[in-house]
C-alpha cells in the first residue's frame, strides 16, 4: 500500500470521529460510543471507507497506552487511603461477583467448557470484561448533585479505582494462562514480580520526578518525561514480565499521579489522545466490529449481556458495602454508581480481541452495555438521592 493513502485514512477517521463524538454527547450519550459508531459507519461493514491496516493498529495501541497512563494520572491516592479497607472491599466484590456471573453467562449461553480450552477462556474473558467500572460518568452525576465529596461519593471513587486495577490484574492473567503451555503459578508469579518492582522502582522514579519537578516547574521536559516513562514502562511489562503493556502505563500513571505537576502532564498527554490518538483507537473498535455477521442469537447475547453487566455490580457491591456497616439506601447507591462501564471495557475487549480471547462481532455487545449504563446510572442515581437522601450528606471520610 502506498504509504500516502494512510493521510486519507486519518483525515477521514479524525472528521468522522469527532462529528459523531459531538453528536453523541449533545445526545447525552458519552462522546467514545459516536466514535466508536463511526467506526463502524466507514468501516468494511458499511460503507467502506477505511480498512483495519497494521499502520492503524499500531497507531490505535499507542492510543490505548496513552488513555490508561492518563487514567493512572488522575488516581488519587489520598482518597483511595481515606477510604480504606471498605472500599477496597466493595472493589473486590465488584470484580468477583460480575466475572463469576458473567462467565457463568456465556457458558449457559453456548454451553460449559472443560477447564484450560479455549472455550473456557472465552467465558472467563467475558467476565472479565463486566469487571471493569467507568467512574467518569457516576463522578459527573455525583458532582452535579453536589454529593461527590460526601461519605458515598468517596467510597464509589475510591472503589472504581480499586476496582479497575484488579480488573486488569485479573486479565493479565487471563491473558497469560491462554496459552496451554503456560504455568499458572508462574504467570502469578511474573504479575507478582512486576508489581514488586513497578512498586521499587516507581518509589524511586517518583523522588527523580520530585526533583526535577521542583528545579523545572511547569516545563515541556516535565510531560515528554512522563510519556518516555509511559512508554518504558508498556514495554518492560510486556517485554520481560508477559505482563499487558497497558498495565505498565497505568503503573506509569500512578507513579506520577502524586507529584506537583501531574494535572499538567495529563493535560498535554489529553491533547495528543483528544485530537488523534484516542479517536483512531475508539475508530478502530468499529472498524473491527462485524456488524455482518449479526444474528438474533447475538443480539439476544447481548441483551442479557447487559443485564447481568448491571445487576452484577449493583449485587455484589450493594451487598459488600451492606457488609461494611452502609446502609440499605447507600449500599444501593454505591451499588448503582459503580454498574457505570467505559473505556476500561473497551480497553479489555480490544486486548482480548488482539490475542484471540473473543470474536468482533462481541463488540456489540459491550458497546450497548457501555451506553445502557452510561443513560441509565445517572438517572437511578438522582431518583436514589431524590427519594432516598442520605442522612450524612457532607459526613467526613471516614477510613
Same mark, same amino acid.
Given at each position: 500500500?502506498?504509504?500516502?493513502?494512510?493521510?486519507?485514512?486519518?483525515?477521514i477517521?479524525?472528521i468522522?470521529?469527532?462529528?459523531?463524538?459531538?453528536?453523541?454527547?449533545?445526545?447525552?450519550?458519552?462522546?467514545?460510543?459516536?466514535?466508536?459508531?463511526?467506526?463502524?459507519?466507514i468501516?468494511? @461493514?458499511?460503507?467502506?471507507?477505511?480498512?483495519?491496516?497494521?499502520?492503524l493498529?499500531?497507531?490505535?495501541?499507542?492510543?490505548?497506552?496513552?488513555?490508561?497512563?492518563?487514567? /493512572?494520572?488522575?488516581?488519587?491516592?489520598?482518597?483511595?487511603?481515606?477510604?480504606?479497607v471498605k472500599a477496597?472491599?466493595?472493589?473486590?466484590a465488584?470484580?468477583?461477583?460480575?466475572?463469576?456471573c458473567?462467565?457463568? &453467562?456465556?457458558?449457559?449461553f453456548?454451553?460449559?467448557?472443560?477447564?484450560?480450552?479455549?472455550?473456557?477462556?472465552?467465558?472467563?474473558?467475558?467476565?472479565?470484561?463486566?469487571?471493569?467500572?467507568?467512574?467518569?460518568?457516576?463522578?459527573?452525576?455525583?458532582?452535579e448533585?453536589?454529593?461527590?465529596?460526601?461519605?458515598? !461519593?468517596?467510597?464509589?471513587?475510591?472503589a472504581a479505582?480499586?476496582?479497575?486495577?484488579?480488573?486488569?490484574?485479573?486479565?493479565?492473567?487471563?491473558? /497469560?494462562?491462554?496459552?496451554?503451555?503456560?504455568?499458572?503459578?508462574?504467570?502469578?508469579?511474573?504479575t507478582?514480580?512486576? *508489581?514488586?518492582f513497578?512498586?521499587?522502582?516507581g518509589?524511586?522514579?517518583?523522588?527523580? *520526578?520530585?526533583?526535577i519537578?521542583?528545579?523545572?516547574?511547569?516545563?515541556?521536559?516535565?510531560?515528554?518525561?512522563?510519556?518516555a516513562?509511559?512508554?518504558?514502562?508498556? &514495554?518492560?511489562?510486556e517485554?520481560?514480565f508477559?505482563?499487558?503493556?497497558?498495565?505498565?502505563?497505568?503503573?506509569?500513571?500512578?507513579?506520577?499521579?502524586?507529584?506537583?505537576?501531574?494535572? &499538567?502532564?495529563?493535560?498535554?498527554?489529553?491533547?495528543?489522545?483528544?485530537?488523534? *490518538?484516542?479517536?483512531?483507537?475508539?475508530a478502530?473498535? !468499529?472498524?473491527?466490529?462485524?456488524?455482518?455477521d449479526?444474528?438474533? @442469537?447475538?443480539?439476544?447475547?447481548a441483551?442479557? *449481556?447487559?443485564?447481568? !453487566?448491571?445487576? #452484577?455490580?449493583?449485587?455484589?457491591?450493594g451487598?459488600?458495602?451492606?457488609?461494611?456497616?452502609?446502609?440499605?439506601?447507600?449500599?444501593?447507591?454505591?451499588?448503582?454508581?459503580?454498574m457505570?462501564?467505559?473505556e476500561?471495557?473497551?480497553i479489555?475487549t480490544?486486548?482480548?480481541?488482539?490475542?484471540?480471547?473473543?470474536?468482533?462481532?462481541?463488540?456489540?455487545?459491550?458497546i450497548?452495555?457501555?451506553?445502557?449504563? @452510561?443513560?441509565?446510572?445517572?438517572?437511578?442515581?438522582k431518583?436514589?438521592?431524590?427519594?432516598m437522601?442520605?442522612?450524612?450528606?457532607? #459526613?467526613?471520610?471516614?477510613?
Amino acid at each position: 500500500m502506498e504509504s500516502y493513502l494512510v493521510f486519507k485514512d486519518l483525515a477521514i477517521i479524525v472528521i468522522f470521529a469527532k462529528f459523531f463524538g459531538i453528536l453523541a454527547r449533545k445526545c447525552k450519550a458519552p462522546q467514545v460510543v459516536g466514535e466508536i459508531l463511526a467506526g463502524i459507519l466507514i468501516g468494511p @461493514s458499511i460503507l467502506g471507507l477505511v480498512g483495519q491496516t497494521d499502520f492503524l493498529s499500531q497507531m490505535a495501541e499507542i492510543g490505548v497506552i496513552l488513555l490508561m497512563f492518563s487514567a /493512572g494520572l488522575e488516581t488519587n491516592l489520598h482518597d483511595l487511603i481515606k477510604t480504606g479497607v471498605k472500599a477496597t472491599l466493595i472493589a473486590c466484590a465488584g470484580v468477583f461477583v460480575p466475572l463469576i456471573c458473567g462467565t457463568v &453467562y456465556y457458558m449457559c449461553f453456548y454451553g460449559f467448557a472443560a477447564v484450560g480450552t479455549p472455550e473456557f477462556f472465552s467465558a472467563v474473558f467475558v467476565g472479565v470484561i463486566l469487571t471493569a467500572t467507568s467512574v467518569s460518568i457516576t463522578v459527573q452525576a455525583l458532582r452535579e448533585m453536589g454529593k461527590l465529596k460526601g461519605l458515598i !461519593g468517596t467510597t464509589i471513587l475510591s472503589a472504581a479505582i480499586i476496582d479497575d486495577v484488579i480488573g486488569i490484574i485479573v486479565l493479565t492473567i487471563v491473558i /497469560g494462562l491462554k496459552d496451554a503451555s503456560t504455568n499458572a503459578g508462574v504467570v502469578v508469579l511474573k504479575t507478582a514480580l512486576f *508489581f514488586v518492582f513497578a512498586i521499587v522502582v516507581g518509589f524511586l522514579i517518583y523522588k527523580l *520526578f520530585k526533583i526535577i519537578d521542583n528545579r523545572y516547574p511547569h516545563t515541556r521536559r516535565i510531560p515528554i518525561m512522563g510519556l518516555a516513562l509511559c512508554l518504558a514502562m508498556a &514495554y518492560v511489562a510486556e517485554k520481560y514480565f508477559g505482563i499487558a503493556d497497558i498495565t505498565g502505563a497505568y503503573v506509569a500513571g500512578i507513579i506520577l499521579c502524586n507529584i506537583r505537576d501531574s494535572e &499538567y502532564i495529563a493535560e498535554k498527554m489529553d491533547i495528543n489522545s483528544y485530537m488523534l *490518538f484516542g479517536p483512531i483507537f475508539f475508530a478502530s473498535i !468499529g472498524l473491527k466490529t462485524d456488524i455482518g455477521d449479526l444474528n438474533f @442469537s447475538i443480539l439476544l447475547f447481548a441483551a442479557g *449481556f447487559v443485564l447481568v !453487566g448491571l445487576i #452484577a455490580k449493583i449485587i455484589g457491591c450493594g451487598l459488600m458495602a451492606k457488609a461494611c456497616r452502609f446502609s440499605w439506601p447507600d449500599s444501593l447507591k454505591i451499588g448503582v454508581g459503580m454498574m457505570t462501564r467505559g473505556e476500561v471495557a473497551l480497553i479489555v475487549t480490544q486486548k482480548g480481541l488482539s490475542v484471540g480471547l473473543i470474536s468482533p462481532v462481541y463488540f456489540t455487545a459491550v458497546i450497548l452495555l457501555i451506553v445502557t449504563s @452510561s443513560i441509565a446510572t445517572p438517572i437511578i442515581l438522582k431518583v436514589l438521592y431524590t427519594k432516598m437522601p442520605p442522612k450524612e450528606d457532607n #459526613a467526613e471520610v471516614i477510613a
